[in-house]
C-alpha cells in the first residue's frame, strides 16, 4: 500500500473557494466519500490529504472545478457528479506530470508541455522574472505563455495581466484606421485573445477587463509606464524595434515579470531596421537572472503540416 500524500492547493479568491467547497462543505464531503480522501479547507488553502492516487486525482478535479467558477454561483449537482465521473476515469497523473499541468481550458482539456523545449520554457517562466524565447511559429510560446500568466493571475501572485505586441502589420500608423480605439488594435491582438478566450471563461475574462486586470494592449502604448505586480507577455517582439524593445524592458517594475516571444525568421520591420528582438538577446546574453529558450520545428504543436512547411522555409531560405 502506498504511502499517503498530501497536495497543497491555494485558492485566494473566496467566492472561488466558496464555489469548491460548497455550502457548508456540501462538495468537500461528496468528494471525499468518492474518493476516500481528507480534504480541509482553511482560509486560502486547500489541503487534500489520502492514496496518492486519489490526492492526485482529486487535485486535477478541483483545478476542473476552478475552471468553471464563474459561469454560476454555485456548483451544480449534475456539473459536480460530471466532474468527479471525468477524474475517476482519467489516468492517475504522476507528480512530475501534474507539476507539468500548466491550466486547464474552459473546456477540461489540460495544458502540459509537449517538448522538452517546451518544458524548459515552462521552467524558465516559473523561476526567471525575464524570459526570452524563439522560434518559428506554433511551438506553443504565446500560448503557453498566456496560460502561466493567467494561472499566476488567478493565484493572486501577480495583480494584472499585460499582453502586448508591435503592432507593425498597420506601420504603428492606428490612427489612419477607421473606428475607435479597440477597433483599431484587435485585429492585431487577436492571437492573445484567442489563448485567454480557451483559459478563461467569459464571464471570468469580462469582469477582469472591467477592473484592468487584463490588458491587451499595443506596445507603443507602454511608453512612460511603470508596470508593478504584472505578469507581461511581449508577443511578436521580432517586431520590435531596438528602440521599442529597450522601452519594454525598462517598464519593467516591482514584483512583475515578463515574457519575450518572437520568431526572427518573420521580421517585418523596414530592410534596413534591425529587429529588438535580435539585438536585446545579443545585448543580454550574460547578464544575470534572465532566461533564453530556443524552439525548433520538432516543438511544433499545431497541425502536423506546419512542421514540415516550417523545414521547407527554412531550406529554401537557406539556397
Do not use: W
Request: hydrophobic residues 40%.
Amino acid at each position: 500500500m502506498s504511502a499517503p500524500a498530501q497536495i497543497t492547493i491555494l485558492i485566494p479568491d473566496p467566492a472561488e473557494m466558496m464555489f469548491v467547497t460548497g455550502n457548508n462543505d456540501a462538495n468537500i464531503d461528496r468528494i471525499e466519500r468518492e474518493f476516500g480522501v481528507k480534504i480541509v479547507s482553511r482560509g486560502a488553502e486547500l489541503r487534500i490529504m489520502g492514496d496518492p492516487g486519489n490526492v492526485a486525482r482529486v487535485g486535477e478535479l478541483v483545478s476542473a472545478m476552478r475552471t468553471i467558477s464563474d459561469r454560476d454561483e454555485n456548483l451544480r449537482k449534475p456539473a459536480l457528479e460530471r466532474l468527479i465521473g471525468d477524474a475517476k476515469d482519467a489516468p492517475i497523473s504522476t507528480p512530475e506530470l501534474m507539476r507539468d499541468v500548466v491550466a486547464t481550458t474552459v473546456r477540461g482539456k489540460r495544458i502540459t508541455p509537449q517538448s522538452p523545449n517546451q518544458r524548459s520554457y515552462v521552467e524558465a517562466i516559473r523561476s526567471h522574472d525575464l524570459v526570452f524565447a524563439t522560434g518559428p511559429a506554433g511551438t506553443g510560446k504565446s500560448y503557453l505563455a498566456v496560460a502561466l500568466g493567467v494561472a499566476a493571475l488567478r493565484d493572486r501572485k501577480v495583480a494584472r495581466l499585460i499582453l502586448t505586441r508591435p503592432a507593425v502589420e498597420a506601420g504603428e500608423r492606428l490612427g489612419f484606421l477607421p473606428g475607435d480605439l479597440t477597433e483599431k488594435i484587435d485585429p492585431y491582438l487577436r492571437p492573445l485573445y484567442d489563448a485567454l478566450y480557451e483559459l478563461m471563461p467569459p464571464e471570468r475574462f469580462t469582469r477582469a477587463m472591467e477592473r484592468g486586470e487584463i490588458e491587451v494592449a499595443p506596445l507603443a502604448f507602454m511608453r512612460g509606464r511603470s508596470l508593478n505586480e504584472a505578469f507581461i507577455i511581449l508577443d511578436e517582439a521580432q517586431n520590435a524595434t531596438p528602440a521599442q524593445m529597450k522601452m519594454f524592458l525598462t517598464r519593467l517594475g516591482y514584483g512583475a515579470q515578463a515574457v519575450v516571444n518572437g520568431d526572427v525568421t518573420q521580421v517585418d520591420l523596414e530592410k534596413d531596421q534591425r529587429s529588438g528582438l535580435v539585438v536585446a538577446r545579443e545585448i543580454l546574453k550574460d547578464v544575470e537572472g534572465i532566461a533564453f529558450v530556443d524552439f525548433n520545428e520538432r516543438d511544433v504543436v499545431r497541425h502536423e503540416l506546419v512542421a514540415r512547411i516550417v523545414r521547407a522555409y527554412d531550406r529554401y531560405e537557406k539556397k
